[in-house]
């Protein structure tokens, strides 16, 4: 496995210390992971303590002058993608589990499947390295990994389900990613019946769905060349009014696998609240996720409301980059446990050194990395609760639901917005250079 170097100190100037002679571990709540720790790698390490200003991956280097944001964890399951990633076999001998037959990604059910069963080992292995979420929310198909995890669909019920589900018949429709906000992607496609807005992922990102001819229209109404535009490599007609008169054959699917009360709140990126106690209603709400677009925007809005700013990725996806995207400026955390390129075990490893390095307390002995010597003083980190499991908590209690402070919260986006700047302006010296 990679190497990954771990060091923490009371501060910059004694981690560049501890840096320079090689030593790792070290106590205090000022850190830094290296994945694969060349001389060169170090070099940008110590450039970057020196700063002192948070660095969050770039160049496999995580750094953290102190405790990141403090707030609720949040697991996101990405739907379908792009890129499926490399399988998870690694994790699962890593588990101790059988690696079980290879799945596809040529056609909508395997690629279903595939998605689907990285998100499930995924979830269980964050478990297993200690990290806990207190809620979940998906993306599209990555909204059932969600209700599996959190147990409102019980795990006996998932080979069938994820065989069946991408099976289904679908409509011959297809999706087109474009980096407008909502309002301007729906307004190209006025005019057009057969296209619809099915997903408002982030304030740069929508997809528009449709007959392939009405959709090419709409791309080409996209005056600005440098507006990214682009047709998805898979066709399903979900969450859109196209897939209604395929409903059926996916409501049949849902009526088969039993409910059970989550072990913590599902928000749906339909109501962009916590899935509902009531039978009937979160049946009802099954269906209506198929239909009616994503609003992955307006529940990561939500949740932070209600005091998340810990996200991450249980899949290979992009929800970390909609979330950086929605909260720029804000104080928040993004880590994807999933990788499109690097081995699944490789990037769950990092996203545990990252949490780590932001303040948590992921068990790096289970992952095979060097555990620092633990700190001795109290924690800044509050210890984060859950919100209720059914309904959203009135704005008055969105602080105490993640343990969160306003006076906190204004410091750390005034530190946000400094460390973006820094970043940015640091990779595009880096670039030219």
Request: with cysteine.
């Amino acid at each position: 496995m990679t190497d990954i170097l771990l060091a923490a100190a009371p501060d910059p100037g004694t981690l560049r210390a501890a840096l320079r002679s090689g030593r790792r571990g070290g106590t205090g709540p000022c850190r830094v992971a290296l994945l694969d720790p060349t001389a060169e790698r170090v070099g940008l390490a110590l450039a970057l303590i020196e700063r002192g200003e948070p660095w969050r991956g770039g160049n496999d280097i995580w750094f953290a002058p102190r405790p990141g944001p403090a707030g609720g964890t949040v697991f996101l399951f990405p739907g379908l993608d792009a890129r499926t990633g490399p399988p998870p076999d690694d994790v699962l001998h890593w588990l101790g589990r059988p690696a079980g037959p290879a799945t596809g990604t040529a056609t909508l059910a395997e690629r279903t499947h595939a998605t689907l069963r990285l998100n499930r080992v995924l979830h269980a292995a964050l478990l297993r390295a200690g990290v806990v979420p207190d809620a979940m929310a998906g993306h599209s198909a990555g909204e059932w990994s969600a209700l599996f995890a959190a147990g409102l669909f019980p795990e006996r019920a998932f080979d069938a389900f994820a065989r069946t589900m991408g099976a289904a018949p679908v409509p011959d429709v297809v999706f087109a990613a474009v980096g407008l906000p909502a309002e301007a992607a729906a307004r190209l496609a006025e005019g057009e019946e057969r296209v619809a807005l099915s997903h408002d992922n982030a304030p740069d990102q929508s997809v528009l769905c449709g007959d392939e001819d009405a959709v090419t229209r709409c791309l080409a109404r996209i005056t600005d060349p440098e507006v990214p535009r682009r047709v998805l490599p898979f066709r399903s007609g979900f969450h859109s009014p196209m897939l209604g008169p395929y409903l059926p054959g996916f409501s049949a699917v849902f009526d088969r696998v039993p409910l059970a009360r989550p072990a913590v709140p599902v928000w749906s990126a339909t109501t962009v609240a916590p899935y509902p106690d009531d039978e009937t209603d979160l049946r009802a709400l099954l269906n209506r996720h198929l239909v009616e677009p994503v609003r992955f925007r307006a529940v990561i809005e939500r949740l932070y409301g209600q005091g998340a700013r810990v996200f991450v990725q249980a899949g290979c996806g992009s929800l970390t980059r909609f979330v950086a995207a929605t909260l720029h400026g804000r104080p928040h955390l993004t880590v994807s446990a999933g990788s499109a390129t690097r081995p699944q075990l490789g990037q769950l490893r990092w996203a545990a050194a990252a949490l780590w390095a932001e303040g948590h307390t992921p068990d790096l002995t289970a992952l095979g990395l060097t555990r620092p010597a633990p700190d001795r003083t109290p924690s800044a980190r509050p210890v984060p609760t859950a919100p209720a499991a059914t309904g959203a908590a009135p704005v008055g209690t969105a602080h105490a639901a993640f343990g969160t402070h306003p006076v906190t919260g204004a410091y750390e986006a005034a530190v946000a917005a400094v460390s973006a700047s820094v970043e940015t302006v640091y990779r595009t010296w880096k670039e030219r250079t």
